[in-house]
Antibody, heavy 123, light 114 residues
Framework: QITLKESGPTLVKPTQTLTLTCTFS??????????VGWIRQPPGKALEWLAL???????RYSPSLKSRLTITKDTSKNQVVLTMTNMDPVDTATYYC???????????????WGQGTLVTVSS | DIVMTQSPDSLAVSLGEKATINCKSS????????????LAWYQQKPGQPPKLLIY???TRESGVPDRFSGSGSGTDFTLTINSLQAEDVAVYYC??????????FGQGTKLEIK
C-alpha cells in the first residue's frame, strides 16, 4: 500500500524559510522512474505545481518559484524535503506531496497524494 | 510553460444528467512518437486531496466508475460525467505532463447539482 504524508510547521512568519517533509511508504525512490512532487493550493484556489525530484536525483522546479525552492530526498528515511525561502502571506496554502503515476512506465501525472498540510504565513 | 484553460469555471447539472468539462492546452500535449496525449484529470472534494480519475486523456484509473470518461487530442480535451450522482459534486482539474515541467494544472471547474 502506497502512502505519503506531509509534515511541517502550520505557521511561519513572513521572510522565514519553510521546510516541509514528505514521508512515504510502499515504494522506493531508488527505483528507476520513480518521482515525488510537491503541489500547493491556496485556500479556495487552484492547484499549483511546484517541484519534482526523480530517482536519479534530477530535480525540476516551477520557473516562477525556482529561486526560492529546493527539493531533496533522503532515501534511507523514505523522505522528500521541500524548502521555500522568503515566505510571504501569498504563500499561504495547503501543500501536497504526490507520487508520479505508473502505466507501463513512470509518468508525471500524480497517482497517489498525501492528505496535505496547511501552512499559514502571518506575523 | 504550457497554459491549461478549463471551461466553464462552474456548472450545475441535474442528477442523472450529463456533465461536460473542457480543457484546452496552449500547445499540443500529443507526443507523436507514441501517439499519446499527456493529459490527466483529477477530482477534488472539499477537504480532500485531488484524486486521479483519468490519464492519457482517456484511460480511467482503477476503481473509477465508468460514468467518467475522457476524450480529445492535441490541445482540446473533455471530461464527461454521465448520469451525474450526488457524490460527483467536486472541483475537477486537468493537468498536462508533456515534455518538460512545469506540469501545470487548469484553474478548476466546480461541479454542483442543479
Amino acid at each position: 500500500q502506497i502512502t505519503l504524508k506531509e509534515s511541517g510547521p502550520t505557521l511561519v512568519k513572513p521572510t522565514q524559510t519553510l521546510t516541509l517533509t514528505c514521508t512515504f511508504s510502499g515504494f522506493s525512490l531508488t527505483s528507476s522512474g520513480v518521482g515525488v512532487g510537491w503541489i500547493r493550493q491556496p485556500p479556495g484556489k487552484a492547484l499549483e505545481w511546484l517541484a519534482l525530484i526523480y530517482w536519479d536525483d534530477d530535480k525540476r522546479y516551477s520557473p516562477s518559484l525556482k529561486s526560492r525552492l529546493t527539493i531533496t530526498k533522503d532515501t534511507s528515511k523514505n523522505q522528500v524535503v521541500l524548502t521555500m525561502t522568503n515566505m510571504d502571506p501569498v504563500d499561504t496554502a495547503t501543500y501536497y506531496c504526490a507520487l508520479r503515476g505508473y502505466s507501463s512506465g513512470w509518468y508525471s501525472y500524480f497517482q497517489h497524494w498525501g492528505q496535505g498540510t496547511l501552512v499559514t504565513v502571518s506575523s | 510553460d504550457i497554459v491549461m484553460t478549463q471551461s466553464p469555471d462552474s456548472l450545475a447539472v441535474s442528477l442523472g444528467e450529463k456533465a461536460t468539462i473542457n480543457c484546452k492546452s496552449s500547445q499540443s500535449v500529443l507526443y507523436s512518437s507514441n501517439n499519446k496525449n499527456y493529459l490527466a484529470w483529477y477530482q477534488q472534494k472539499p477537504g480532500q486531496p485531488p484524486k486521479l480519475l483519468i490519464y492519457w486523456a482517456s484511460t480511467r484509473e482503477s476503481g473509477v466508475p465508468d460514468r467518467f470518461s475522457g476524450s480529445g487530442s492535441g490541445t482540446d480535451f473533455t471530461l464527461t460525467i454521465n448520469s451525474l450522482q450526488a457524490e460527483d459534486v467536486a472541483v475537477y482539474y486537468c493537468q498536462h505532463y508533456y515534455s518538460t515541467p512545469p506540469y501545470t494544472f487548469g484553474q478548476g471547474t466546480k461541479l454542483e447539482i442543479k
